[in-house]
């Protein structure tokens, strides 16, 4: 009973500044000082899991990979092929603390990672952008900056490029695409609706959508990429990864194991296209109590 109590004291109360390494032939971990990152875990864009097509990115360029690879399919053939909106959700830093630090510098940040990723975006979905293939417009919140709205304008690939705040351009055909990067009000959300339920575009893609609840986005939209890094004890211990049309699947972090997959009708929140994270988490805190045990008694 005292070897137990004080297992899981190391587990519960080590500092929320420790990050751990696991070597490749067991799991001692090895505390090191620095910060929480998305992408501080051995691993490498050609390295599998058991048990399922998802696989934590290795980096930015892999991370956006996978969620170009599949909002392509979610356009080819969405969820609800009578509701072609399509989300992408995942952290646009690496450095994770800054996403809530509250700084504008952070913010900002985050936005030109955002629109970085809106541009590889645009390249992968309309390689011929702007002049062949499908024509995208890239739409921004009403509640948009005027700085992040000019940032937009820059993106080359995109055939227009316009704020909520002035309304949708009237000449959008039925093969057009739009994506809507970073909405953050009601009124945002609902335009993206609207114009996925007319079926006039072939496809509106949300981009890490801000201030987003449980109304915001029906159940019936296709969840394309989503990626949550599943923190326990101050550190990134686990992902929830969806790369559709693949499973939503729960994955330690460092053996890459797949913990346990859901479907769209078991994880979504009921009426949303949110899912429940409190399995997933449940799992992945399991995990690490069982290892710490494990490899203590070795």
């Not at 009973?1 to 751990?20: D, K, R, Y």
């Not at 000019?150 to 316009?162: D, E, F, H, P, T």
């Not at 039925?174 to 990067?181: G, Q």
């Not at 994880?267 to 490899?295: E, F, M």
Request: include cysteine.
């Amino acid at each position: 009973m005292l070897l137990l109590t004080w297992i899981l004291f190391v587990v519960f109360a080590l500092p929320a500044t420790l990050s751990f390494h696991v070597s490749s032939n067991h799991r001692n971990a090895v505390a090191t000082k620095q910060p929480l990152y998305l992408f501080n875990f051995n691993t490498s864009p050609s390295s599998s899991t058991i048990g399922g097509a998802a696989k934590i990115p290795s980096n930015t360029k892999d991370r956006n990979n996978q969620a170009i690879n599949g909002i392509k399919s979610a356009i080819k053939s969405p969820r609800t092929p009578s509701l072609p909106l399509i989300e992408c959700e995942f952290p646009a830093l690496e450095a994770l603390n800054k996403l809530g630090d509250g700084s504008l510098r952070s913010a900002l940040e985050a936005e030109d990672a955002n629109l970085s990723f809106v541009q590889q975006l645009i390249k992968g979905i309309s390689p011929g952008a702007p002049l062949l293939g499908p024509k995208v417009l890239l739409v921004v919140s009403s509640s948009a900056s005027k700085s992040f709205l000019s940032r937009a304008q820059q993106i080359k690939a995109a055939n227009n490029v316009c704020s909520l705040k002035d309304g949708l351009p009237s000449n959008i055909s039925k093969d057009d695409i739009c994506i809507f990067v970073t909405p953050s009000s009601r009124g945002d959300y609902q335009a993206a609706v609207k114009l996925a339920e007319s079926q006039s575009v072939k496809a509106v893609i949300i981009v890490n959508g801000y201030a987003k609840d449980q109304k915001s986005v029906p159940g019936t939209a296709t969840m394309a990429y989503y990626l949550k890094p599943l923190t326990y004890n101050s550190r990134v211990a686990g992902y929830l990864i969806r790369s559709y049309p693949s499973s939503w699947t729960v994955l330690d972090s460092f053996s890459k194991e797949v913990l346990k997959t859901f479907s769209d009708d078991e994880i979504l929140v009921k009426g949303a296209n949110t899912p429940d994270l409190r399995d997933s988490v449940r799992l992945i805190q399991q995990k690490s109590v069982d290892d710490a045990i494990r490899y203590r008694q070795m």
